[in-house]
């Protein structure tokens, strides 16, 4: 039975940082996509950042550009997300996800987590 769970949210002052992990279990994550999604309130869940398989190429949202930093612990079997420069704008929950494919796309994960809350105080 594959499990994620995210942990390291809480709460961080604007223009401090976080690091999200993602600890997978019933799935090797250096064989599949890992995603960070978010949900603020009253907002749809978008994508984050996004670790591929193979050639660990990574993706950004914009809004996560040269802040964020994803990467993957292959003997800890989990994958994390470094967030730098917290803004207000960030406070959601994130999740993390897993799929054959890396996506922007919910659909194309068959894993989730239950989410870590990060709040961001101004």
């Known amino acids: 039975q594959v499990q994620l769970a995210e942990f390291g949210g809480g709460l961080v002052q604007a223009g401090g940082s976080l690091r999200l992990s993602c600890a997978a279990s019933?799935?090797?994550?250096?064989?599949?996509?890992i995603s960070w999604f978010r949900q603020a309130p009253g907002k749809e869940r978008e994508g984050v950042s996004c670790?591929?398989?193979?050639?660990?190429?990574?993706y950004y949202a914009d809004s996560a550009k040269g802040r964020f930093t994803i990467s993957r612990d292959s003997a800890k079997n989990t994958v994390y997300l470094q967030m730098n420069s917290l803004k207000s704008e960030d406070a959601a929950v994130y999740y993390c996800?897993?799929?054959?494919?890396?996506?922007?796309?919910?659909?194309?994960?068959?894993?989730w987590g239950r989410g870590t809350q990060v709040t961001v105080s101004s």
């Open positions: 670790l591929g398989t193979g050639d660990d190429s990574t």
């Open positions: 019933g799935l090797t994550v250096d064989d599949y996509a």
């Open positions: 996800a897993a799929g054959p494919e890396g996506s922007w796309y919910e659909a194309a994960y068959d894993d």
